[in-house]
């Protein structure tokens, strides 16, 4: 079954800080994996892709890692600001034709910024 | 320059009745998509049109019928709204391109007293 984990399901660290957070997949076949981050009242915005031969990829303070091999996925935030504050997902598309393509939410981590 | 946009942001309904959430976007894709997201932050799909044509319908109840006028188009009607409709639905659309990511629109939160 075609599947997308994240951990932890929410995290609050103090400005300034670095974090983690965690996604593993199941999906077969694998076309590309998402991070999008989605703020309160927003809906989700994509902060980077990695196709099967990256393993990883920044995108300013975010760096996203993937090993296609163990199936997992991380995304490492740099020195934390308040506007990090969101819900970040983590998405995993399974075809290579967007029109028909599989594409699997995980449920998010949840990240509170403390000043 | 809104992508996609959506409307209403907030629907407040009685069971019941029917409601239409309209959905545009100006990026020239051809497919477009409904999600439902709960209560625990979970999206789910709904719903995927390409160029005007169902291609997804994911088991959801034929009280839901997405109506594509034109590809820049996916409006959502919901018939005799129930409680357990309520939460925040999101329009999206994606490009041709295999790595295109999903854009999203701000969401429609629906609630259903």
């Known amino acids: 079954k075609n599947q997308v984990e994240q951990s932890p399901q929410s995290l609050i660290i103090l400005e300034g800080k670095n974090c983690t957070l965690q996604?593993?997949?199941?999906?077969?076949?694998?076309?590309?994996l998402r991070w999008y981050k989605q703020d309160t009242g927003r809906g989700p915005v994509s902060l980077t892709i990695m196709t099967f031969s990256e393993n990883t990829k920044s995108n300013g303070r975010y760096t996203a890692t993937l090993d296609a091999d163990t199936k997992q996925s991380s995304l490492h935030i740099t020195a934390s600001q308040l506007s990090d504050s969101a819900s970040y997902i983590c998405v995993v598309s399974s075809n290579r034709d967007s029109s028909a393509s599989k594409i699997i939410f995980g449920s998010g981590t949840r990240l509170s910024i403390r000043p | 320059d809104t992508a996609v946009s959506q409307t209403p942001k907030y629907l407040v309904t009685q069971m019941g009745n029917d409601k239409s959430i309209k959905c545009e976007q100006n990026l020239g894709h051809d497919t477009m998509y409904w999600y439902k997201q709960d209560s625990k932050k979970f999206l789910k799909i709904m719903f995927s049109y390409n160029n005007k044509e169902l291609i997804i319908n994911e088991t959801v109840p034929n009280r839901f019928s997405p109506k594509s006028p034109d590809k820049a188009h996916l409006n959502l009607h919901i018939n005799s709204l129930e409680l357990g409709d309520s939460a925040v639905y999101f329009c999206a659309s994606v490009g041709s391109s295999y790595n295109s990511p999903l854009h999203f629109g701000n969401g429609t939160r629906l609630t259903v007293t």
């Open positions: 996604c593993n997949y199941t999906v077969s076949p694998f076309s590309n």
